[in-house]
């Protein structure tokens, strides 16, 4: 399946700590991309990386890519505590996103 | 302000009934997409739209209906026959079927009475 699984489920850090969280996939894919939830609303994209990419950086967030193990991970920089939210990778293929289960980070204060 | 818009936040469902939630975009989107995200699980593929007048499956589209008239718009009705809807319906918009950036909405929270 293409769907990404990301690795932790569930994430707790103190303010200001950096956090990392991995998704894995298992098909070819056109570009992989992260979006961030908070509690009961509606998704937001983060930041897309193509197949062609290795490495890329928006603001406090670096993504990386490996096709060749088909996996990446989202690093948070200097969390806050408005980082506190879901976190989904989202491998894309064609037309499809595919969503996993998402990573829950909680930063304290 | 641009952006996507879904309506109502929350809408009660009795049995037997078919209810539409409603996704209106201003960002002159050609594709659009409806999910279906239930706890703690990722969002699935309800139907997408890639253009006005034209609509697929997606992933779990059984008991579920949607109409694409207006290129703005891309309403999902929960039929009866979805036995199970109790879920968070986030719809979602897109400059194309690339895969591109998808925009999200509020989403609507449907329960069952």
């Known amino acids: 399946s293409q769907q990404g699984e990301e690795d932790p489920q569930a994430l707790s850090i103190q303010e200001g700590e950096n956090a990392t969280m991995n998704c894995s996939y298992k098909?070819?894919?056109?570009?992989l991309q992260w979006y961030r939830q908070n509690s009961g609303r509606g998704l937001v994209h983060l930041i897309l990386i193509r197949s062609n990419e290795r490495e890329k950086h928006s603001g406090r967030l670096r993504v990386t890519l490996d096709t060749s193990k088909k996996s990446s991970s989202l690093l948070i920089t200097a969390s806050r505590a408005a980082d506190t939210a879901s976190y989904f990778c989202a491998p894309g293929r064609d037309y499809k996103l595919s969503f996993g289960a998402g990573t829950t980070v909680t930063v304290r204060a | 302000d641009g952006g996507i818009t879904q309506s109502p936040k929350y809408l009660f469902r009795k049995e037997g009934q078919n209810v539409t939630l409603s996704c209106e975009q201003n960002?002159?989107?050609?594709?659009m997409y409806w999910y279906r995200q239930d706890p703690g699980q990722g969002l699935r593929l309800i139907y997408y739209s890639q253009i006005v007048n034209d609509f697929q499956k997606g992933d779990i589209a059984e008991g579920y209906s949607v109409s694409r008239e207006k290129k703005e718009s891309f309403p999902l009705t929960v039929t009866s026959a979805q036995k199970n809807p109790t879920a968070f319906y986030l719809c979602?918009?897109?400059?194309?079927?690339?895969?591109?950036?998808?925009?999200f909405g509020p989403g609507t929270r449907l329960l069952v009475l």
């Open positions: 979602a918009s897109s400059i194309d079927l690339t895969p591109g950036t998808q925009y």
């Open positions: 960002l002159n989107h050609d594709a």
């Open positions: 098909t070819s894919i056109n570009n």
